[in-house]
């Protein structure tokens, strides 16, 4: 494909809670992903950073924030922000100016530090915001996921063990991984102990704030031949298509979905990686690995019928059989996903670009997934506009 | 006596036996909105600006379901001690979507299954500055309904 880039580098900082700044995590990942791309800063001439809201002025121009960090160079910056899905956005800018051919080598970075608890609207009497009017009358974050997990168990049968399997299966594939904020493994008899928050939820089966960062350095091919990396894995397609109206998921912050009187119902999820897998001239049964958005446990088996890694309302018998576990058929967050790593806004779609990475090169240690030769994300930002990358070599 | 409890969101419904939520319907594509729109329509193939407020269905059919086990954060208002409630997202035919409210006090999630047939209703919630309360809409399983 000739709209193809290399990821010639990776870092990531460790997720937690580490009380630093996010620009702390940043240049930690960026110093390990230039380290690993083995070039120097100087060669960089587009920095892509995805923005973190919570962190004030140097969150709104992270793309400036990281490149002072890192050494002013006279690169230029873009800064992206598109909630979870701001990192992808973040590396779409970056491609595109290097297939524009304005620039040969790119670092693509994401950090965010998180507040405790439940994430609040911002405070006064705001009734034209519908993230106000929600939180005011009792529809908090974990009510969208325990909605979807609902009509999972309603429709296709799926049941809490099913979802506390997803649990268990996560905490063991990141039990070895070095990133990630929980190595612990569980069994599903600690899942069902756990508090419920949302019903059918329990608090471990949905995922947790966390700090952390995440880099990448892309390339041209030609670049990366130059350097001898010819061979680096590569990003074959980026998607982060918006819904088409009349979208048919209630999504946050929204308290409705759009009416379908004159126009059919969409489902956003399912069309996002539709324009990926066209893109990359791939389908779903190439798929080696997918690393998803499992924000709650339920919605991993969403993404694996939105990905068509199964038909749909089949994801619960996949990962009953194990096809979904390391070893499997096809592997389904391999890295622990948000289960293990908890949310880093935007990093955490870097961080899968990232795992893809690691796992097409054969370092993935422990958990590496044998033969993996195409790896595919998904990731959702607010209103229900996301992103998916694939990754292949 | 109810006529002085406020609603918690000015012109978002109607009050009394029958309530209805109040939303707008774009005059040229006939589309549905809640919240009401008023700016200009979302479907990408109309550019009208023109819209009647009209009241929405107040019945509908249960597409899922779950509830709150802990308090939520501000601007939400919890009786002390805090009640988990329930929350319904329910299908409305006519409109074709789906709207979000929470369920009225005294229904769990063990009352509920998909399919049922919800009414809209109105119930005083707490408030910070109105220690009458004030109203909000929720949905309740119609007469015989509750599993
Ligand atoms: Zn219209």
Known sequence: MSGEIAVIGVGMHPWGKWGRSFVDYGVAAAQEALADAGIPWRDVRFVSGAATMRCGYPG??????????????GAEVNTSYAACASGSQALAAARSKILAGQAEVALVIGADTTPKGFLAPAKGHRPDDPDWVRFRVGITNPTYFALYARRRMEIYGDTQDDFAAVKVKNAEHGFTNPKARYRKTFTAEDVAASAMVADPLRLMDICATSDGGAALIVCSLDYARRIGKANAPRIAAISTVTPTFASSVIEMPDLATDSAVVADAQSFRAALPMKAYEEA???????SMAEVYDLSTALELDWMEDLRLCGRGE???MLREGATKIGGRLPVNPSGGLACFGEAVPAQALAQVCELTWQLRGQSGQRQVEGAKVGITANQGLFG?????IVTR | MSEAIKPVLDGWFTTGDKPHLLGSQCANCK???FPKLESFCRNPDCDSSQFAIVELSRTGTLWSFTNACYKPPEPYVAAEPFEPYAIAAVELAKEKMVVLGQVVTGVGVEQLKAGLKMELVVETVPDADDPAGKLVWKWKPMAGEAA
């Not at chain 1, 001239?281 to 190439?286: A, L, R, V």
């Open chain 2, 31 to 33: 589309t549905y909105y």
């Open chain 1, 385 to 389: 506009h996301g992103s998916s990358v």
């Open chain 1, 281 to 287: 001239g791939i389908g779903p049964e190439d798929v």
């Open chain 1, 315 to 317: 994801a619960a018998a």
């Open chain 1, 60 to 73: 709104y121009v992270a793309g400036a924030t990281f490149a002072q960090a890192l050494g002013w160079q």
